[in-house]
């Protein structure tokens, strides 16, 4: 792994409606590189990627961005940091204001992070040029653009500042699929021209495999394994893990069947979170809570069970 | 005429038939075609996938088959399903037919179960309303079973509850639960699992499964995911832009795409082999509702394929395998597989 970029320890938030979104919580992303989230609905990755954008400040837990705590910023050295860190949202209709053409859009976060009144237009061309639009775009409406198109849209704007760090929270989900190639093959490219790092979160597991270097995966607020994509989709070491991508539509092998729905986040059970709908669990899981540990070099997995010898047990 | 050549080798058999459907929406100041000329044909105990992008016209068409929309919608073409001709039904029969003999399941059980009722009342009163079970506690005792024949763990508390106090995999249980209450004969299920994470869509899509093998039903499938047409058809039927381009077995249209768009829409999800990247794309996009139609092929200004021709004349489906078609005259059957795709 290259130098950290991004270095998250111990995030925990917990809503005041009880919900222990993301419970403790750590992730590591370096210069240039694109960690992927998978998890299902309830699992706490879009609220980890907010407190890293410092939209929602965490519990507890601290965050360094290149170097610098970034837990505790106040208003005035969090807008600098925004400049660096930057977001895709997933529906671009709602993220872009519909009385404002797309240039004037792209022009306010340009003007908030300093940038003068005579250079606006040129770096708004340019932009609208390198995610394939073209400036004439700069004058349209949001309501004019495909979803595709907006999406282009959206992550011009996200680069207007040069960022190290972009997380695209469920980017191309809306998007049909011979447009969400177009978006996704962009999104390499651009980080190929600028190097800039991805955080990408996503429920379809296809895609997230497709263009992560690693993966996370989180259930019930907790990370239960991460590792290198392509290791992590060979050989899945957690029970979790090892359902999930075998339930996505065209997988490989035997599908693992997952009874009923995850427990509620606001009353987890004991121990290990996953053990009320695990086929291997035994009574110690129930007990203690496991460790995320390293298995292999960059593989960790918190499951008490996660042997070698046992990994391949059903 | 071609429809007619078409119509023998897709409705052979069948239970359900569709012929030269068209639904036009319109209001003072537009008209939409949103389907323009579906035939298909679908046989007991087989299920159909409607494949295709958003605006092709796969949902429309599923719920013309119910002439679930009146105000604002023209139809045209024949639905018939076994010897009553659906599309020729008054409204009060169509009642009859509509969760009787053809049941929907749809995209998000929030919108089609009453958020003011219980769930178990909702069943009930499907099942007294078609004359399945006239006693009340006869009714209520056939409601419970159909819940623990859909999964639901504790069906005698969901019963009780209602919908919002379900989960979204509970709450497409029970919508499934409400359509197969009176053994349909066609169950129309449109992107039932598009709103539900993977594990639970596995479960849902294994329940159709079962259900399907239990009563018999024939099933239309409605959604824009390869994955789940290949794991779940035994049919697939391809639209674009409100036409069906192709269809034919699932191993057919999906392993050997005889349209270019067909093979452009398989190529275009990654796989573990394809590199970071390198995504297949199809330039441009779908059309939308406010696009002028094209004189010739819908799909050609996004075809490399495409020649001079196809900008004149929309291509009729015709044969390129027993029970294979595809409205495609350039490739002429099958698809080259290196190039399917562009590399962009």
């Known amino acids: 792994m290259g130098e950290p970029l991004l270095v998250a320890e111990h995030l925990t938030k917990r809503f005041p409606n009880g919900v222990l979104a993301v419970d403790d919580v750590s992730l590591t992303i370096a210069k240039g590189e694109t960690v992927g989230i998978v998890g299902e609905s309830g699992c706490g990755k879009s609220t980890t990627a907010r407190m890293i954008l410092r939209l929602l400040s965490p519990d507890a837990g601290s965050m360094q961005f290149a170097g610098e705590e970034i837990g505790m910023l106040g208003r005035s050295r969090l807008r600098s940091l925004r400049a660096k860190l930057q977001l895709v949202p997933q529906n671009p209709q709602t993220s872009f204001n519909p009385r404002l053409s797309i240039g004037s859009s792209i022009a306010f976060n340009l003007q908030s992070h300093g940038w003068e009144k005579r250079r606006l237009s040129a770096r708004i061309g340019e932009l609208l040029d390198r995610v394939g639009l073209g400036a004439s775009y700069s004058s349209r409406y949001p309501h004019e653009l495909s979803g595709g198109q907006l999406q282009r849209a959206a992550i011009a704007r996200a680069l207007c500042t040069d960022p190290e760090l972009v997380v695209c929270d469920e980017a191309v989900s809306a998007l049909d699929k011979s447009v969400q190639a177009q978006v996704l093959n962009l999104l390499v490219e651009l980080q190929r021209e600028s190097g800039v790092a991805y955080l990408f979160i996503s429920h379809d597991l296809t895609v997230v495999e497709h263009l992560s270097d690693r993966v996370i995966v989180m259930y019930l607020g907790r990370v239960v394994e991460e590792g290198p994509a392509a290791e992590l989709w060979r050989n899945p070491a957690h029970p979790y893990t090892k359902a999930l991508l075998s339930a996505s539509p065209g997988a490989a092998g035997p599908r693992i069947k997952l009874e009923g729905d995850p427990p509620s986040p606001a009353n987890p059970p004991s121990g290990c979170c996953f053990r009320t709908r695990c086929a291997i669990a035994i009574n110690e899981c129930a007990i203690e809570r496991p460790r995320l540990r390293e298995t292999a070099p960059s593989r960790r997995v918190a499951c008490l069970r996660a042997e070698p010898a046992l990994i391949s047990a059903p | ?344």
């Open chain 2, 1 to 344: 005429m071609s429809t007619a050549v078409a119509m023998d080798e897709r409705t052979l058999g069948a239970t359900l038939t569709v012929d030269d459907l068209k639904v036009t929406f319109a209001n003072k100041r537009q008209r939409v075609e949103a389907v323009r000329g579906v035939t298909f044909g679908i046989a007991p105990g087989r299920t159909l996938a409607l494949l295709g992008e958003s605006g092709s016209g796969k949902s429309a068409s599923a719920r013309a088959i119910m002439h679930l929309d009146n105000r604002g919608v023209e139809l045209g073409g024949q639905v018939r399903l076994g010897d009553t001709i659906v599309s020729a039904l008054s409204e009060s029969e169509l009642q009859k037919v509509r969760g009787g003999l053809i049941a929907m399941v749809p995209q998000d059980p929030t919108a089609s179960l009453d958020p003011l009722r219980r769930v178990g009342a909702q069943i009930v009163e499907v099942l007294r309303v078609h004359g399945i079970e006239t006693n009340r506690r006869a009714a209520r005792d056939s409601a419970m079973n159909l819940l623990s024949r859909v999964g639901i763990p504790d069906p005698s508390r969901v019963m009780r509850a209602f919908p919002h106090e379900l989960s979204g995999g509970m709450r497409q249980r029970a919508a499934i639960a409400v359509a197969v209450a009176c053994r349909p004969t066609v169950l129309i299920a449109d992107e039932p699992t598009t709103a539900l994470d993977v594990t639970v869509q596995a479960q849902v899509l294994e329940l159709f499964s079962e259900l399907q093998a239990e009563v018999g039903m024939s099933i239309i499938m409605v959604t824009h995911d390869v994955g789940v047409a290949r794991e779940i058809a035994d049919y697939v039927a391809v639209m674009y832009a409100g036409r069906l381009v192709e269809i034919g077995s699932v191993d057919d249209v999906l392993e050997r795409p005889a349209h270019p768009y067909t093979a452009a829409l398989v190529d275009s999800v990654p796989t573990p082999e394809t590199k970071r990247g390198e995504l297949h794309v199809i330039p441009g996009r779908p059309p939308g509702p406010g696009d002028t139609p094209q004189t010739g092929c819908d799909f050609a200004p996004r075809c490399k394929f495409a020649i001079a021709s196809c900008m004149t004349m929309p291509p009729p489906l015709v044969p390129v395998g027993t029970g294979h078609l595809a409205a495609c005259p350039v490739v002429d059957g099958l698809v080259p597989a290196e190039l399917a795709g562009v590399a962009v």
